[in-house]
């Protein structure tokens, strides 16, 4: 059974940094594509950033391109995002994601198995 867990989460001020963890188990993790996404209160959930296994491939959303970075360290089965000059809008659910998969995913239903999210907030 495949589980994502999430920490690194908490409250920070604007222009802090937070780098979110996540330790995943019951999968051929240097195989998997990984992915980060995030949920703000009465907003859909967003994607963030992922990362390809096959070509090492990362993607980003254009709101966090330059501030946030993904990688991943295959010996620990952990991916990492790390979040720079975070802004208040930043603030939300954060989300691992992994896809049995090649290629790299920016939706989220592309990804089969998920975390359960933590908090991060940003104070102006």
């Known amino acids: 059974q495949v589980q994502l867990v999430e920490s690194g989460g908490g409250l920070v001020q604007a222009g802090g940094s937070l780098r979110l963890s996540c330790a995943a188990s019951?999968?051929?993790?240097?195989?998997?594509?990984m992915g980060w996404f995030r949920q703000a209160p009465g907003k859909e959930r967003e994607f963030v950033a992922a990362?390809?296994?096959?070509?090492?491939?990362?993607k980003y959303a254009d709101s966090v391109k330059g501030r946030f970075g993904i990688s991943r360290m295959n010996t620990k089965n952990t991916v990492y995002l790390q979040m720079n000059n975070l802004k208040p809008e930043d603030t939300a659910v954060y989300y691992c994601a992994g896809d049995n998969t090649k290629t790299i995913a920016t939706t989220w239903a592309e990804y089969d198995d998920w975390g359960q999210g933590t908090q991060v907030t940003v104070s102006s």
């Open positions: 990362f390809s296994w096959w070509d090492g491939i990362t």
């Open positions: 019951g999968l051929t993790f240097s195989r998997y594509a």
